[in-house]
């Protein structure tokens, strides 16, 4: 029944390792995002996808990269993880224009 | 443009209101509220649209001045359910594509 479901909710790992963190919503919606919340509790928008299509993408270093193989679906895959990437991702998806977003539970990922 | 929240933290007792303000400095279509407690994701409260309609939560009012750029987030009665982080966001483009979001503000309820 979950609405936006995250895996995994936690991922330690070290640095320089490559790591993926998957989005599933069952929602319908046709917008999916990724927010990165560091330690200050600061929500950045990182990654906007719309039916498939990227539309927006933050600063945001290439080591990330979103996929999404259908509408229900945003994966994002971290290449050569560093200290700094260490934060809450919080997926989310929403219906249209003027709707609020159903966020995930997020994935706690500590690189040391 | 990240909107500003004031004030950083509000401590209440149970019972008591508290009113959280949030301003864009530039020209805003809609405001979202979120609330989120420790260790959970942000939960949708309200989104205020331009021309006054309000869509969300049935026990907490906000308002919204297109002209100023503002808005204000109204905790009446609180409960101790009501402590957590709120965040007010604001859309990147009129499209609404994605939100910027405030910095918070952290209520403590207590007993």
């Known amino acids: 029944d979950t609405a936006v479901s995250q895996t995994p909710k936690y991922l330690v790992t070290q640095m320089g390792n490559d790591k993926s963190i998957k989005c599933e919503q069952n929602?319908?919606?046709?917008?999916m995002y990724w927010y990165k919340q560091d330690s200050k509790k600061f929500l950045k928008i990182m990654f906007s996808?719309?039916?498939?299509?990227?539309?927006i993408n933050e600063t945001v270093p290439n080591r990330f990269s979103p996929k999404s193989p259908d509408k229900a679906h945003l994966n994002l895959h971290i290449n050569s993880l560093e200290l700094g990437d260490s934060a809450v991702y919080f997926c989310?998806?929403?219906?249209?224009?003027?709707?609020?977003?159903?966020f995930g539970s997020g994935t706690r990922l500590t690189v040391v | 443009q990240q909107p500003v929240q004031s004030p950083q933290a509000v401590i209440l007792r149970e019972g008591e209101d508290a009113v959280i303000n949030c301003s864009s400095s530039?020209?805003?279509?809609?405001v979202h509220w979120y609330r989120q407690k420790h260790g959970e994701a942000p939960v949708f409260l309200m989104i205020?649209?331009?021309?006054?309609e309000q869509k969300g939560h049935d026990k907490i009012s906000a308002s919204f001045n297109e002209k100023k750029q503002q808005s204000s987030l109204y905790l009446t009665a609180s409960q101790l359910s009501y402590s957590g982080t709120y965040f007010c966001?604001?859309?990147?483009?009129?499209?609404?594509?994605?939100?910027?979001f405030g910095k918070g503000t952290t209520l403590s309820v207590s007993s």
């Open positions: 989310a998806s929403k219906p249209g224009t003027d709707y609020g977003y159903t």
């Open positions: 929602l319908g919606h046709d917008t």
């Open positions: 996808y719309n039916n498939k299509e990227l539309i």
């Open positions: 530039k020209a805003l279509y809609s």
């Open positions: 205020l649209l331009k021309g006054g």
């Open positions: 966001g604001t859309p990147t483009n009129q499209a609404g594509t994605a939100l910027i």
